[in-house]
């Protein structure tokens, strides 16, 4: 509390060295990097500055303020619901709710195109982010056992204990011969700095009460203050500000106390991810962008992705309860990589999840049960485990946002989401089920349920070697503007079977490293190209 209220404020006349729209994993760490080499940086956000203590409550229902519930329209034959699991509102963004899992992608992840024929590549290898893979690892910090996939690594933590749920994956998994691990997740396995150890209380996805659970809002945001940076919460930006003579940014138009404002930059960076970052570019229309900011291709909006994310649940005749340890406790990347045979290409993995009793009710109707039967599953609820999939949906350029006729309250359309299938995205879905259920059988479960879901969002401005491909290059920087930068999960080309928030953590502070290298208005040329 004593950082904010001594946060240094700039005036919006004031030239900053640059502006970042969005506070969340990618414009956090960006504030928190530069802020430490001497810039004049300030981050605004739409939300609020969280307080864990004042705001955030250990119930489900009480907890649906976190998220991004303004309007949106979604189409496509499979349509993905907004406003949950995939969207942050805040300080902190999406991670101050998600479940505190931090898997890195794999190296293949960067080329499979190359590698597959499916996908995209990426305009650097995995080699590049391996030092930020680690560096956001220490910071977090991550637990976890030895990671024997990918690019096999270890963690700065031990594990966590394992709980019920996780008890009973490694049970499973072991008679089926599938190798599995405990972690890692974003908490700390003891008390780390002034934060608290884990109480194992299962609240992760209400936001963590007791600060155990790192999220920028608790790891990043605080050093950046210390160092000079500014987060001005509740200033929705509606709109960039374009030179139309040397066609820069030069600032944001941003809404704050029912009042139109504008913040004088050097450089910008759009970190509002992968629904909002599209909707500001293309909401930004000009004689030099007729269709849309930085859209002089028909790139941006296009290849949004989600990871099918089907969860599969398990009645066990002792108690489990499966809320009692972190929700993402076990977990295998076994069937993360392309196998020659079968019919799918790319794949999935497989974590413990724990519903809390709302999300498990809604588990249970999918399943057409109400009434008296509704009431007996949820009599029944500690005697259940639950397994969650990540497959790894393609990036197609027909999955994409673009405008809606409908206005929001700032008078701007909002974004319409369209989301279709492909068949190897079905085929993922099926395998992941079928592998799931036999685990859980494996270990002695005497009924099965599964209810198809979704999680996730990245891609829709990605970055790529040329302007053609993509909307930035491997450094974020866009294609068409040298001073504005996209730096969130719109940018990655491919989503692996990987939660992404690591990831997105780390190619922006690779991206933080590479400015704070340069000069402060623009790189040199194509600096991520190596």
């Given at each position: 509390h004593r950082l904010r209220e001594d946060m240094r404020r700039f005036d919006d006349s004031d030239e900053l060295d640059l502006v970042i729209v969005g506070c969340g994993a990618g414009g956090s760490v960006l504030l928190q990097r530069l802020a430490r080499a001497g810039w004049r940086v300030a981050a605004l956000d739409a939300g609020p500055f969280w307080d864990p203590d004042a705001d955030w409550v250990s119930d489900e229902a009480g907890s649906h303020h976190l998220y991004w519930t303004d309007p949106r329209v979604i189409a496509g034959s499979d349509p993905v619901p907004m406003g949950s699991n995939n969207s942050g509102r805040g300080v902190g963004g999406s991670m101050v709710h998600y479940a505190g899992y931090t898997p890195r992608f794999h190296p293949s992840d960067f080329a499979t195109y190359t590698n597959d024929g499916v996908g995209a590549d990426w305009p650097f290898g995995y080699g590049e982010l391996r030092p930020y893979y680690a560096a956001i690892e220490e910071e977090l910090p991550v637990a976890g056992e030895h990671w024997p996939w990918g690019d096999p690594h270890g963690y700065p933590h031990r594990p966590h204990p394992v709980g019920g749920n996780g008890e009973i994956f490694l049970r499973g998994a072991d008679k089926l011969g599938i190798t599995a691990k405990v972690g890692p997740v974003a908490i700390a396995n003891g008390r780390f700095g002034n934060r608290p150890h884990c109480i194992y209380r299962g609240f992760c996805l209400q936001g963590c009460k007791v600060n155990a659970k790192a999220s920028p809002l608790i790891t990043h945001v605080p050093d950046a203050l210390a160092?000079?940076?500014?987060?001005?919460?509740?200033?929705?930006?509606?709109?960039?500000?374009?030179?139309?003579?040397?066609?820069?940014?030069?600032?944001?138009?941003?809404?704050?106390?029912?009042?139109?404002?504008?913040?004088?930059?050097?450089?910008?960076?759009?970190?509002?991810?992968?629904?909002?970052?599209?909707?500001?570019?293309?909401?930004l229309k000009c004689s030099r962008f007729p269709d849309g900011l930085?859209?002089?291709?028909?790139?941006?909006?296009?290849?949004?992705?989600?990871?099918?994310?089907?969860?599969?649940?398990?009645?066990?005749?002792?108690e489990v309860r499966m809320y009692k340890a972190p929700p993402p406790e076990v977990s295998t990347e076994q069937f993360y990589e392309t196998d020659p045979a079968r019919d799918y290409k790319r794949g999935f993995s497989i974590q413990t999840v724990s519903p809390l009793p709302i999300t498990w009710a809604e588990h249970v109707a999918a399943q057409?049960?109400?009434?008296?039967?509704?009431?007996?599953?949820?009599?029944?609820?500690?005697?259940?485990?639950?397994?969650?999939?990540?497959?790894?949906?393609?990036?197609?350029?027909?999955?994409?946002?673009?405008?809606?006729?409908?206005?929001?309250?700032?008078?701007?359309?909002?974004a319409r989401f369209s989301y279709s299938q492909c068949d190897n995205d079905r085929a993922l879905l099926k395998a992941a089920q079928s592998v799931m259920e036999d685990t859980l059988h494996a270990a002695g479960a005497d009924e099965v349920i599964t209810i198809k879901r979704y999680a996730h969002l990245v891609g829709g401005a990605r970055m790529a070697k040329d302007e053609r491909h993509g909307v930035v290059d491997g450094a974020c920087r866009t294609f068409a503007v040298p001073n504005?930068?996209?730096?969130?999960?719109?940018?990655?080309?491919?989503?692996?079977?990987?939660?992404?928030?690591?990831?997105?953590?780390?190619?922006?502070?690779?991206?933080?490293?590479?400015?704070?290298?340069?000069?402060?208005?623009?790189?040199?040329?194509?600096?991520?190209?190596?």
């Open positions: 160092h000079g940076g500014e987060v001005r919460a509740d200033a929705m930006v509606t709109r960039l500000a374009i030179d139309g003579r040397t066609g820069r940014v030069t600032g944001v138009h941003y809404m704050r106390n029912g009042t139109e404002r504008f913040q004088r930059a050097a450089m910008v960076a759009v970190a509002g991810y992968s629904i909002e970052t599209p909707r500001l570019l293309l909401n930085c859209n002089d291709f028909d790139q941006v909006g296009r290849y949004l992705m989600v990871q099918g994310a089907p969860q599969t649940a398990g009645r066990f005749d002792g057409g049960h109400w009434g008296r039967s509704l009431r007996e599953y949820m009599s029944d609820y500690v005697h259940w485990n639950c397994l969650g999939a990540l497959c790894e949906f393609l990036a197609l350029p027909e999955n994409r946002v673009t405008l809606a006729d409908e206005k929001d309250r700032y008078g701007l359309p909002v504005l930068f996209i730096t969130d999960g719109s940018v990655l080309p491919t989503q692996g079977s990987a939660n992404p928030a690591l990831t997105i953590m780390a190619v922006v502070a690779r991206t933080a490293a590479l400015l704070a290298r340069g000069a402060r208005a623009g790189l040199t040329p194509s600096p991520g190209s190596s």
